[in-house]
C-alpha cells in the first residue's frame, strides 16, 4: 500500500510558478512510476507528467511541454512538478499517482487527494 501526499498548490497569478511536491510512504516508492494528473470543473481528468521509477524518462502533455518539469528524488519518497509561465487554463485540482510498475505508463494504482491550483488572469 502506499499513501500520496500532495502539497505546494494554492493562487497565483498568469506567468507565475509553483512548486507541487508530492510524498509517498512505503519502501516500494523508488520502483514505481509516477504521474500528476489534473482535474478542472466540467472537465476529466488528464495526464499531466509522468516520470519513470528512476527519474530517467519523462512524459509530459502536450500544452505542458517547456512549462512543466517532473522529478522525482527517492531518498525523500517524492515527486516534484515545476510549474512555470502559468496559464488561467491551468487552474485544476492536481492529483499524484503511483503506478505498480517501473516504467512511464497511463495507468495507475493509488492517488493522493488533490491540491488546488489556481491562476488568477
Known amino acids: 500500500q502506499v499513501q500520496l501526499v500532495e502539497s505546494g498548490g494554492g493562487l497565483v497569478q498568469a506567468g507565475g510558478s509553483l512548486r507541487l511536491s508530492c510524498a509517498a510512504s512505503?519502501?516500494?516508492?523508488?520502483?514505481?512510476?509516477m504521474g500528476w494528473f489534473r482535474q478542472a470543473p466540467g472537465k476529466e481528468r488528464e495526464l499531466v507528467a509522468a516520470i519513470s521509477w528512476s527519474g530517467g524518462s519523462t512524459y509530459y502533455a502536450g500544452s505542458m511541454k517547456g512549462r512543466f518539469t517532473i522529478s522525482r528524488d527517492n531518498a525523500k519518497n517524492t515527486v516534484y512538478l515545476q510549474m512555470n509561465s502559468l496559464k488561467p487554463e491551468d487552474t485544476a485540482v492536481y492529483y499524484c499517482a503511483a503506478a505498480q510498475v517501473p516504467d512511464i505508463t497511463m495507468e495507475y494504482n493509488y492517488w493522493g487527494q488533490g491540491t488546488q491550483v489556481t491562476v488568477s488572469s
Open positions: 512505503g519502501r516500494t516508492f523508488s520502483s514505481y512510476a
